[in-house]
Each structure stands twice: as structure tokens, then as C-alpha cells.
């Protein structure tokens, strides 16, 4: 038996929206090769293992349920908020793709990320978010596709959805591996409104990456055997 902290991330400021993350806080506690089926069976987008904390580096594994993914942004943004809420923080959490910078600002907790870490998606830009909100699934035959829109261009504000089946994922509520992306490509600051509320903030650098934040909030702890 071992902890599970159960999060919602990329939350709204008016409380809505954020999308679930199961955090392991203790990783080791679950076998690697058990770590798919657990990620399977509680159905969140993604599962974090966190596996050491040492010397400001933490080493996570992250799982959607049908696959494991070298880097992913709601998962890095949740768990390095919730080792700075237990006592742990860290300065980088280290993924199989890379080091990646963690950090809070205020009520937002922040990555700095590569797009390049980003697992191959399909992005479609329609012309405006009602057309975005009419969509009911992917389109036939992309297994995993970002669609957005324009809100106020002047601004950076947009709307985005993200449809991924081939993940296991039917649709994403946040997703900030997408907006890591979105910020390398429009190469500006940006609020993305994403899911039924979420919100998501970006700010690419000059030297390539783009860093993401976004509040996030504790839904449970609970035992998992």
C-alpha cells in the first residue's frame, strides 16, 4: 500500500476546469513494470511516479494509460507543486527527455521546457473559438490533434482543445506539453483557455524553450494497494 495524491492542474481562476494528475510520491513503491497497468486502470490523462528527490532534482516516470511519455507539461507543473507543498522542492525534475526547470510565481507554479521534447502531434487552427467548441472529437484519422483559435489576437488570449486516442486519451483537459509548442510556434506570450475552464499561461525565451505555469489544486490523498 502506498500514497496517492490526486491533483487538478491548469485550474481556472474561478475554480474550474484543471486536469486530474495521480502523483506517486513514492515511485519506488510501485514496480516498473507494474507502473502501465496502475497508470490503466486509474484512468487519469497521466500518472506520475516520482522516483528520488536529491540535491534539488527529482527523477519522475510519467504514463498515460497506454503508454509512457519522455516529457509531458501537466504532469511536471502538478508534481513539482505538490513536492513544494510536502517539503520537497526541488529546482529541476529530471524526465527521460530531459532536465526541466520547476518554480512558483505567486499562485502559479512554473516549467521551462523544450518543444522538441514534445511527442509528435497534429495542430489544426480554426477561425474562431465557437468553430473550436463545436468539435465533438478528433478529425478521422489523426490519432492526435490540438485544435485552437483566436479569442483576442492582440492579446495572445486563444482557445484550444486536444484530442488524444491514441494516447488513451479521448480528450485532454489542459495540456502543456501542446502549449510548450503553441508558444514556440507564435513565438509570444499567451493565455490559453483550454477543456470545460482550465487556463494556461506561456512565455517563450530567446534561447528556445517556453516556459508554462498554471494553478493548481489538491482534490484527495488516499491509500492505493
Not at 116 to 121: N, R
Not at 184 to 193: E, N, Q, S, W
Amino acid at each position: 500500500m502506498t500514497r496517492l495524491d490526486v491533483l487538478r492542474v491548469f485550474v481556472g481562476p474561478d475554480g474550474r476546469g484543471g486536469n486530474p494528475l495521480g502523483v506517486f510520491l513514492d515511485g519506488a513503491a510501485v514496480a516498473t513494470h507494474q507502473r502501465q497497468l496502475v497508470a490503466h486502470q486509474l484512468g487519469f490523462s497521466v500518472s506520475v511516479f516520482v522516483d528520488a528527490v536529491a540535491d534539488g532534482n527529482a527523477s519522475v516516470a510519467i504514463f498515460t494509460p497506454t503508454r509512457e511519455l519522455a516529457f509531458a507539461g501537466h504532469p511536471t507543473v502538478g508534481t513539482s507543486w505538490l513536492l513544494r507543498q510536502v517539503g520537497r522542492e526541488c529546482q529541476h525534475l529530471v524526465v527521460p527527455a530531459g532536465s526541466v526547470e520547476v518554480w512558483a510565481d505567486g499562485e502559479l507554479a512554473w516549467i521551462r521546457a523544450r518543444p522538441e521534447w514534445v511527442h509528435a502531434l497534429e495542430i489544426v487552427q480554426h477561425e474562431d473559438a465557437a468553430a473550436v467548441d463545436a468539435l465533438v472529437s478528433a478529425e478521422p484519422g489523426h490519432g492526435s490533434t490540438y485544435v485552437w483559435a483566436w479569442i483576442d489576437e492582440p492579446a495572445g488570449v486563444l482557445r484550444a482543445r486536444y484530442f488524444a486516442p491514441g494516447l488513451g486519451i479521448a480528450e485532454d483537459e489542459a495540456t502543456g506539453a501542446a502549449a510548450v509548442v503553441m508558444g514556440a510556434r507564435l513565438g509570444r506570450p499567451l493565455t490559453i483557455h483550454q477543456g470545460i475552464g482550465s487556463e494556461l499561461h506561456v512565455r517563450p525565451a530567446d534561447d528556445g524553450t517556453v516556459a508554462v505555469g498554471g494553478r493548481v489544486s489538491r482534490i484527495e490523498e488516499r491509500a492505493f494497494t
